[in-house]
């Protein structure tokens, strides 16, 4: 009996052993920095730039002056290549990046250095306005050593500077779930309105009983107010929305807001000059 009992204790500790030097799950592949030189610490190099775009450091950034009057975004550009890409591999492409004077949209880039210079993955951030740090990730869908990271930053009417810091486009980084930008419950016609036409914005909510509705001006005072008119679940979206009528308003006006159940629609106008 005592015999049999070392045996099976023997044999647990073994078991026990096994089930501890054994991996709970595969391991994932290490993320990999495909770039190089993003945080300009001493130098731009190896970072290229177009021949009419001067560029150097300030403060531990790459700064570029841009001239103005180019015809297309890739009339101007910065760039790294020789960046390698594996298909189905997930990256994080990052950077922080500015503008003087705020407001210009630049295209950066992930894709081909040589022709057809086939884009892989693109976004046009609006710097100084959208945020000054940017993070995406993608799928390749080629494998190759001939990879390009670009920011084109031709096609304004003005010269500006740009300034980026903080480049990285990290391998071996697990696929993100996308998750759709509907914006603001309060959703309003950002167009614009026109000052004698209808207005009317959509509230998403739970409530099933109406709920007060103020109208903002770009100061933050209440112009105009009232209750919202409960509809019911919306057939095409599956939501409990409201409808917010304020039609009785006719001024003019820009940046206005909507706020309501405790959300507050993006900034709208009213007025023509959309429309024209």
């Not at 910065?78 to 922080?96: A, E, P, R």
């Not at 959208?130 to 009417?157: C, E, I, K, R």
Request: charged share 15%.
């Amino acid at each position: 009996m005592n015999r049999r009992r070392t045996a099976l204790l023997t044999l647990t500790a073994l078991l026990g052993a096994a089930l501890v030097a054994s991996p709970a799950s595969p391991a994932m592949a290490d993320e990999v920095e495909q770039l190089k030189n993003g945080t300009f610490d001493t130098t731009t190099e190896p970072w290229w730039t177009t021949s009419n775009v001067t560029a150097g450091l300030s403060d531990g950034q790459l700064c570029a002056d841009v001239p103005g009057g180019t015809a297309n975004r890739w009339d101007a550009a910065v760039g790294q290549n020789d960046v390698t890409l594996v298909k189905g591999q997930s990256y994080k492409f990052s950077f922080t990046a500015k503008g003087s004077p705020e407001g210009h949209v630049v295209r950066a880039i992930v894709g081909l250095q040589v022709a057809p210079y086939d884009t892989y993955f693109e976004v046009s951030p609006q710097l100084s306005v959208s945020g000054n740090s940017y993070s995406y990730t993608f799928t390749s869908p080629v494998d190759t050593a001939q990879g390009q990271v670009g920011f084109q930053l031709g096609g304004s009417a003005d010269p500006f500077r740009f300034c980026m810091d903080d480049a990285s486009l990290l391998g071996g980084v697990p696929p993100e779930v996308y998750e759709p930008d509907t914006g603001p419950r309060v959703r309003v016609n950002q167009v614009a309105y026109l000052p004698a036409g209808p207005k009317n914005a959509t509230l998403v909510t739970d409530a099933t009983t109406k709920l007060p509705w103020q109208l903002k001006s770009t100061s933050g005072a209440v112009v105009a107010h009232g209750w919202t008119l409960p509809r019911g679940i919306d057939a095409s979206s599956g939501q409990n929305v409201h409808s917010i009528d304020f039609g009785a308003y006719k001024k003019r006006g820009t940046g206005l807001t909507l706020v309501a159940d405790g959300e507050t629609s993006r900034p709208f106008d009213i007025g023509t000059r959309a429309y024209e």
